[in-house]
């Protein structure tokens, strides 16, 4: 029997699930092909021993309380997918570890008002340029709002009348603006904390990108699936089929057909589907450089590749410890430790192997005491690398290396936040960029896709969607799309994906 379907979804990541969904849904013959047995890239789970482990989501940006629904929220909705979520205590607990002014150990809540108040008991005085920053980025919001609704078509003289400010502040880096409103160097720096989350330092991350993140954790909260995320992308794949598509997991695409610059098929590795359109959750490297014969693929976009650069590449120590958090003494969800609040410097540092690595840790137990056995309790420690430096690390070498990094951040962990750890654990395992290439297939193991800095931010991305469809038939969803990476933006990402390959359908039949 011939396979043929409308769109083809290259690879079950949040962006091709969310992607799949909106195409079955509005009526589009569609196939999602995923590599692994499992739907959800880096949204699933794992077990050893009695622990279910989350191997990435430390919070969901965006979902909301029902009550106040953010785009996640909205987005599940429209395409009825529920399940359990829990939410985050509290927005982070930051510590610096250098000697000096440099020296802190802060716990910032949620809400803009209480972020404000516990700010100015930190720093007295920050109180006017906090209230700044979050009316300007309350002002990006609407402006990104108006954006992302006019599908790359924005019009400067809407902008300019009314989005001035976004205007004003869109263009600098997180570090000018902070300094432009005055803010004092601590509370910019405390401000600051999330710049992990993308990997870029405050002189390169774009400050409306930066704003509206922060805005949206503060004024919405930050959630987890009860169950991992395995349970979201579960539910992503039952929805999928409801919606009368069809997955193929254990199914590779390996080439992608073009006739007359336009897509005709995929091969895949359980053979070929007939498709006119392809949206795929995985790097354009792969689908340009390895899936495409040279003379189809645009100059264009092969200079766009070229002159792109891979985000972070992560690093994860789990553990499962046979005491509770209580017991242990661990009392926040999610805890920043880096050497100083210098972004700069702290970005530098990620660029290569060194003994104390930035670290983001979560405690799972502090947001879902249910999430491990009575009396047990379940951790992840994160670094990332902004330089492909474990590419270079010999077979040799490797289990070494590997076990070196995770020792010094776990020894980290214990100094700096006074608790104990080593003696309690009972499973441990360690993902390093090489598991996570292997695992998504993403070049050098990026946990963030391109970096999102300089002239490459999400806002140049989304203000230039048309040049996105430079080869007819095909775009990207996924971290490497429009809105970037991380959870709430993959998602995003599929949908919008799914709706412009819809309306690149309607064109083609004029
Ligand atoms: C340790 C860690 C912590 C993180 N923490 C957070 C967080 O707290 N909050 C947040 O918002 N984000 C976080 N992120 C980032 C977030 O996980 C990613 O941005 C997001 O999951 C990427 O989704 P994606 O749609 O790009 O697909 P990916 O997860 O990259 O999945 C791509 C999928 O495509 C498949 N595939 C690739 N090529 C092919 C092919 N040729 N054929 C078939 N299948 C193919 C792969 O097998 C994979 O399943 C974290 C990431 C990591 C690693």
Request: hydrophobic share 35%; with cysteine; aromatic share 10%.
């Amino acid at each position: 029997m011939e396979n043929i379907y409308d769109v083809v979804v290259i690879g079950a990541g949040n962006g091709g699930l969310s992607a799949a969904a909106t195409a079955a849904k509005n009526g589009l013959k569609t196939l999602l092909v995923e590599q692994h047995n499992l739907p959800g890239g880096f949204a699933t789970s794992f077990r050893r021993g009695r622990f279910e482990f989350e191997p990435s989501l430390h919070e969901l940006c965006d979902l909301g309380p029902e009550e106040n629904p953010g785009d996640i929220r909205k987005l599940l909705e429209r395409l009825d997918v529920k399940i359990e979520w829990v939410p985050v205590p509290e927005a982070y607990r930051v510590i610096t570890t250098n000697e000096g002014e440099d020296n802190l150990d802060v716990t910032m809540p949620f809400g803009v008002d209480a972020f404000v108040d516990k700010m100015e008991e930190y720093v007295p005085g920050s109180r006017p340029s906090m209230e700044k920053f979050m009316t300007l980025c309350q002002n990006i919001m609407d402006a990104l709002a108006y954006i992302g609704k006019s599908a790359g078509k924005a019009d400067s003289k809407v902008l300019m009348k009314e989005h001035p400010n976004f205007l004003k502040c869109g263009g600098y880096s997180v570090n000018q603006v902070l300094k432009a409103i005055k803010m004092p160097k601590k509370a910019q720096r405390i401000l600051s904390a999330y710049w992990c989350y993308f990997g870029v330092d405050g002189e390169m991350l774009n400050f409306a990108i930066y704003g509206a993140m922060v805005y949206k954790y503060l004024t919405r909260g930050a959630y987890i699936p009860k169950n991992r995320s395995h349970e979201l992308s579960a539910a992503m794949d039952r929805r999928i089929r409801e919606l009368g598509g069809d997955i193929w997991y254990n199914t590779r695409a390996e080439k992608i057909i073009m006739e007359n610059q336009k897509v005709t098929g995929v091969i895949t590795d359980h053979g070929v589907i007939k498709c006119s359109h392809v949206i795929a959750c995985c790097s354009p490297n792969a689908v340009f450089g390895e899936m495409m014969e040279k003379d189809d693929v645009p100059e264009k976009q092969t200079r766009m590749v070229n002159a792109r650069k891979f985000g972070g590449r992560g690093f994860v120590v789990y553990l499962g410890l046979n005491k509770s958090a209580e017991e242990i003494g661990l009392t926040d969800y999610s805890y920043f430790i880096y050497e100083s609040l210098d972004t700069v410097k702290e970005v530098a540092r990620a660029k290569d192997f060194n003994s104390h690595p930035i670290q983001a840790t979560v405690c799972l137990n502090a947001a879902n005491p249910e999430c491990s056995p009575e009396g047990t309790c379940i951790m992840s420690f994160t670094t990332f690398y902004s330089e492909d430096v474990w590419g270079n690390i010999g077979a040799d070498e490797y289990v070494e290396k590997k076990r070196e990094v995770a020792l010094n951040m776990i020894r980290d962990f214990e100094k700096n936040v006074g608790v104990s750890l080593i003696p309690y654990i009972e499973e441990i395992e360690i993902a390093t960029p090489v598991t996570m290439a292997r695992y998504t297939l993403n070049p050098q193991g990026t946990m963030y896709a391109y970096e999102c800095s300089g002239w490459d931010t999400m806002l140049a991305r989304l203000m230039m969607l048309e040049d996105d469809q430079i080869v007819s038939g095909i775009r990207f969803a996924g971290g490497y799309g429009p809105r970037i990476y991380g959870y709430s933006s993959t998602y995003l990402n599929g949908e919008m994906t799914a709706k412009l390959t819809i309306a690149d359908r309607r064109e083609n039949a004029k």
